[in-house]
Structure formats: structure tokens, C-alpha cells
């Protein structure tokens, strides 16, 4: 059954999986969500991790195989999964079953059939699930998109996009039975960017990759893939774990452009670099706390029983595109996309501002950098 968390005017949380990104900004988050949001629970495999951030947050902590117990516990309104992509199903499904309400991080699950049954799992057992896209509240990036649909660099014709960093082994993100990839991990930012500000989902896409990295692990290293739009709209990115770090993206339209750079960081400040009919306007947004405004959300839409957005919905819409990129790049050829109409659509009446988080001391969790 659902559970009773509409009586109250708070959502009680377990973050489940204690990675670098739970540590560096999920837990700390919930001090800027509080007026809607409390962390009651932590769950990890690993004892120490348990004991220092349970003693840290003041919280209840369970081990992997004790996951059962925290949602049987009444203790617990909704879960936030910070788990490897591959865990994602598993962990929604055992959550949705018990009426616990799911925030996702993304990308919601490694294939389409898992989005899915995962979407499908919530919905039987009348629980809410959101796929943790944090920059559907940033500031910049929604004044981006609503620049761009207002007409201000006239029709939107090519999305360009640049995002790549150093992944340093041993780390998920270079093991594919993790689910990992840099089209999962970071060229799903570069998916979503474009298909909504093109405000449409692509027909046809291709995507050529790199060997696997010489340094470990046994994905691609880089790809570059292009995203064919209605109206003869493009779409251009490339993802590297072997390159020096950007994250920008630039709307090239018929009367001028706009470049976020950066664009998709967690840990800087973000900023639009408009030019049109040559006149250049630079506007810059300060480091916030991106996490604490997607908590916030879902715990309204839980306390007063409306959909979430961004839906599992939007987190299978993303997983459609990248599951037929790594086909391209396997067969060589482009591979065409049933026509979809797309119903997301991230607006400034989201947006909520926090201050920044301080990064606290890792515990047995390090940055993708090492």
C-alpha cells in the first residue's frame, strides 16, 4: 500500500548507495529541503560508510541485504537511488512494491524494457516515481530554454555540445556490466539538452565510438554522435572519459547564438553567452545547490498527489535515444526512431534557488578525477 506520508507535511527519505555523488550532494541537500524534505535513513554495503555518515546525519543506516527492512519500516515516505545504473530496476521495483515512493537518479536504468518496468511497477502500486534530472530546476539552463523557444535567436537549427572529462580506474563508469559508458553517464545531459531545446524527440541518430579506454575498464573511451530532428533540426555531441574537462553547449538559430559554458556542472557556476545581430550579452548565474529544488519538488508532488516532472517517462525518453546510439556505433549505420511526440516540458515556474552545499569529507568515495 502507499504509504501515509499526505497526512504529513513532510517526506521522510532513505538515500540509497553512498557514492561520490550522495556524499557531495544528495545528503547535504537536504538541509537547504527541509521545509518539505527529511533524511531518516541511509542504506550502502560498505560498514564504514555507514557508520561515519549514519553518525554524521543523525540517521538510521542499513546494509544491502537489510533494504527490505528499511521499507518495511514505516519509517520511510520515499527513496532517493544513487546506485550503479544497472541496480536501478531492481531497488525501484522492491521500493514501488512496498509503496514507497522513488526519486531516480539518471539515467533511470540501462535499457528500455527495465524504464519500463519500472514505470509500470510504480503506476500498479500507486507510487510516485521522478527521475532525478537536476538541471530541470537550474536557473540557466531554463532561461536557456525559454530564450530559445521566445524566438530570441530566431528558429533553432543546430545544438552543438562538448562534454567530456578524465575518468581515473577502478570506477563504474568505465565498467559496462555497471552499466556504465559515457553516453549514460554524461552524453545523457547533451540528449536532453537538445531534445528540449528543439522541444521535440529525434527521428534518426548515429554515434561512432572509440576503442575502450587503455587505462581500464572496458567501455568506449570517446564518441561523437549526431541526433537528426523534426524540420530538419540537428543535433551534434561529443563524450569523452580520456579528455581534458568541458561541459558547454551552443543553439546555433537563423538570427544568432547562445552558448552555455558551462553548461551542465554541478560544481561551478553556470552562464549564457548570447550573440544576435552581432551585439554579444554574456549572463551569469552563481554555484547553487542543484539537488535540494528536485527534492523539494518531489516531495510536493507526493504531499499533495501530483504527477512529478520529470517523469519516468522523461527518463525512458533519454534511454530510447542512447540504447539506439551504441547501435549505431555497433552496426555502422544510423538507425531510425519511431516517431514520438514529447511531453516534458522543464519551465522557470520550476526553478527554486538554494545556496551552494560545502563539499564534506568523503568516505570511502572519490570524485570521477580520482
Do not use: W
Not at 530570441?152 to 563504474?172: A, C, H
Not at 565498467?175 to 537538445?194: H, K, Q, S, V
Not at 531534445?195 to 529525434?202: I, K
Not at 519511431?338 to 560545502?358: C, D, F, G
Request: charged fraction near 25%; charge should be positive.
Amino acid at each position: 500500500m502507499p504509504s501515509k506520508s499526505r497526512s504529513r507535511k513532510v517526506v521522510r527519505y532513505a538515500v540509497v548507495g553512498q557514492g561520490y555523488i550522495s556524499q557531495a550532494a544528495v545528503l547535504p541537500a537536504f538541509r537547504h529541503a527541509s521545509a518539505n524534505s527529511r533524511l531518516v535513513a541511509l542504506v550502502s554495503g560498505d560498514e564504514v560508510k555507514r557508520r561515519e555518515l549514519g553518525r554524521r546525519y543523525d540517521v538510521a543506516t542499513y546494509a544491502y541485504d537489510e533494504y527490505e527492512t528499511c521499507l518495511a519500516s514505516g519509517d520511510v515516505d520515499a527513496v532517493y537511488i544513487a546506485l550503479p545504473n544497472t541496480m536501478h530496476r531492481e531497488y525501484t521495483v522492491r521500493a514501488a512494491r512496498r509503496g514507497v515512493h522513488v526519486l531516480c537518479e539518471k539515467p533511470l536504468a540501462v535499457t528500455e524494457a527495465d524504464c519500463r518496468a519500472m514505470v509500470e511497477t510504480c503506476r500498479r502500486h500507486g507510487v510516485k516515481l521522478m527521475t532525478a534530472y537536476r538541471l530541470h530546476f537550474e536557473r540557466a539552463t531554463l532561461q536557456a530554454l525559454s530564450q530559445v523557444q521566445s524566438g530570441v535567436i530566431g528558429e533553432p537549427r543546430l545544438f552543438v555540445s562538448s562534454f567530456t572529462m578524465q575518468v581515473e580506474p577502478p570506477n563504474i563508469r568505465l565498467e559496462r556490466e555497471m552499466g556504465g559508458g559515457t553516453l549514460y553517464d554524461i552524453g545523457i545531459y547533451c540528449i536532453n539538452a537538445a531534445r528540449h531545446l528543439f522541444g521535440a524527440e529525434p527521428v534518426e541518430v548515429a554515434c561512432i565510438t572509440t576503442d575502450r579506454s587503455p587505462r581500464g575498464g572496458d567501455v568506449e573511451l570517446s564518441a561523437c554522435s549526431i541526433l537528426k530532428f523534426p524540420g530538419d533540426r540537428m543535433a551534434t555531441f561529443c563524450t569523452s572519459f580520456g579528455a581534458a574537462k568541458t561541459s558547454e553547449y551552443r543553439v546555433v538559430g537563423s538570427k544568432g547564438t547562445v552558448r552555455v559554458d558551462p553548461g551542465y556542472e554541478l560544481a561551478r557556476g553556470l552562464a549564457l553567452h548570447f550573440e544576435v545581430d552581432g551585439k554579444k550579452r554574456t549572463v551569469k548565474y552563481a554555484r547553487r545547490d542543484q539537488f535540494a529544488p528536485e527534492l523539494m519538488h518531489f516531495s510536493d508532488c507526493i504531499l499533495d498527489d501530483r504527477a512529478p516532472e520529470p517523469s519516468g517517462d522523461e527518463g525512458l525518453a533519454d534511454v530510447r535515444v542512447i540504447r539506439a546510439l551504441y547501435k549505431s556505433a555497433r552496426s555502422g549505420r544510423p538507425v531510425r526512431l519511431e516517431s514520438k511526440r514529447q511531453t516534458a516540458k522543464p519551465s522557470l515556474r520550476r526553478e527554486k534557488t538554494s545556496p551552494p552545499v560545502r563539499m564534506p569529507r568523503m568516505v570511502h568515495a572519490t570524485p570521477p578525477s580520482g
